[in-house]
């Protein structure tokens, strides 16, 4: 059963397109999050949620739109996309912040491969 | 700013060796994890070290923490061609995890 999964895998999109990737998590986890791996796979968080608030907006520009809908959907809307943006973007989810168990520990989706031509 | 630092960058070592990874952070934490990520996967989590810790062990991982220096240490004994991947630390703060930019380790049968 697939903890934390992202659509699609791969997306291959031309320059100024608006494109959206969807992340769902089924663990109940209270906190989800996006983060970009560049390909020096250098792994940096751009949002986070917490029970469908935003929490962390790290410096993201404001081509990138996260949504969620529910607690176990986060999704990410990017617009105008540009060459810089080809990258991996992975979901993650965990149990909510601050907590002092060892849910700390973050559950990763597969990543969206975007490649923007 | 970034706040994990790996150690080597790179690793390369013969089935049945051991492998030390190396990672030094800059500010407090909350806790200290270690993640692994095969090639064209996501991260997947090895073992967590909270900032009281001095060592933890897990299967073959044995994961040390010197918070007066800032620094942590991954140990895989026995290695195996499986443990082939890229190995990230990432330190917790209050809020988030910052990740480091990986040891890519290399096991060759």
């Known amino acids: 059963d697939t903890a934390v999964s992202q659509t699609p895998k791969y997306l291959v999109t031309q320059m100024g397109n608006d494109k959206s990737i969807k992340c769902e998590q089924n663990l109940g986890h209270d906190t989800m999050y996006w983060y970009k791996q560049d390909s020096k796979k250098f792994l940096k968080i751009m949002f986070s949620y917490n029970n469908k608030e935003l929490i962390i907006n790290e410096t993201v520009p404001n081509r990138f739109s996260p949504k969620s809908p529910d607690k176990a959907h986060l999704n990410l809307h990017i617009n105008s996309l540009e060459l810089g943006d080809s990258a991996v973007y992975f979901c993650?989810?965990?149990?909510?912040?601050?907590?002092?168990?060892?849910?700390?520990?973050?559950?990763f989706g597969p990543g969206t491969r975007l490649l923007v031509l | 700013s970034q706040q994990g630092e790996e150690d080597p960058q790179a690793l390369s070592i013969q089935e049945g060796e051991n492998a030390t990874m190396n990672c030094s952070y800059k500010?407090?934490?909350?806790?200290l994890q270690w993640y692994r990520q095969n090639s064209g996967r996501g991260l997947v989590h090895l073992i967590l070290?909270?900032?009281?810790?001095r060592e933890k062990h897990s299967g073959r991982l044995r994961v040390t923490l010197d918070t007066s220096k800032k620094s942590s240490s991954l140990l895989i004994t026995a290695s195996r061609a499986a443990d082939t991947a890229s190995y990230f630390c990432?330190?917790?703060?209050?809020?988030?995890?910052?990740f480091g930019k990986g040891t890519m380790l290399l096991v060759s049968p």
């Open positions: 993650a989810s965990s149990q909510a912040l601050g907590t002092q168990r060892p849910g700390g520990t973050q559950y």
């Open positions: 070290i909270r900032s009281n810790e």
């Open positions: 500010t407090s934490i909350n806790n």
């Open positions: 990432a330190t917790r703060g209050y809020s988030t995890l910052t």
